[in-house]
C-alpha cells in the first residue's frame, strides 16, 4: 500500500500570512493528489484535486504542485476561516486510497 | 443540491454488529463512486472502502483493517449506501462518514459509532 505522510503535523501562523503544507508519498502517484480541509465538527471539504486544480467555489487563494511523490499545498494570504486541518489522499493506486495524518494549522 | 445522510450509528458492544445507511439526493447516485471514511475521536481520516458504479464495474474495495469484517453494498434504486459492520472492536469507534465522487467531493456529516462493554 502507499504510505502519505504529511509535514508539518501542526503549525502556527497569523493571517496574512504565507504558508505551505508537504505531502509525500512513499512512490509515485503521478499527479492522482488530493487536499481537504476539515473544520472541528464538520465534514471534509474537497480544495483541490489532480495536485493542483481548484475545486469550484474554493478561494484563489489556495493553490497545489507537485507529481510524483512530492506535493504541496499553499495558502497564499492565510484568512481567519483557513484555520483547519488539511489532509491530502492519493487516488492513484487503490484500494486503498490512503490519507496523510493531517496538518493542523492554527492561529499564532 | 446534493445531500448525504448517514443514519445507524450508536453504541455496541464489542463482538457486535452494525448496519450504517447513507441516503443520497440531488444527484444521480446510480452514477457515482462511494466511499466510506472514518474518524476516530480526536484523529485523522481513515478510508475505510468504496464501492464503484455499475457503469465503472461496480467493484468494491476496503481497507485491510476491516477487509475480513466490513461489507459495503449499494442500493441504487433507493439511492442508498451501506456498511455492514461485523465483529466490532473498540479500535472501531469513530464518526463515520459516507462520500460521493472521486475525489471524494460530497460528504455526509457523519454517524458515531461507539464499541464499548
Known sequence: DIQMTQSPSSLSAS????VTIT?????????SLNWYQQKP??????LIYTASSLQSGVP???SGSGSGTDFTLTISSLQLEDFATYYCQQSYSTPPDTFGQGTKLEIK | EVQLVES???LVQPGGSLRLSCTASGFTFSRYGMHWVRQAPGKGLEWIGRIKSKN?????GYAALVTDRFIISR???????YLQMNRLKPEDTAIYFCSAGNPLLSWGQGTLVTVSS
Open chain 2, 75 to 81: 442500493d441504487d434504486s433507493n439511492d442508498t449506501l
Open chain 1, 15 to 18: 493571517v496574512g500570512d504565507r
Open chain 1, 41 to 46: 465538527g464538520k465534514a471534509p471539504k474537497l
Open chain 1, 60 to 62: 484563489s487563494r489556495f
Open chain 1, 23 to 31: 505531502c509525500r508519498a512513499s512512490q509515485s502517484i503521478s499527479r
Open chain 2, 56 to 60: 465503472d464495474g461496480g467493484t468494491i
Open chain 2, 8 to 10: 445507524g450509528g450508536g
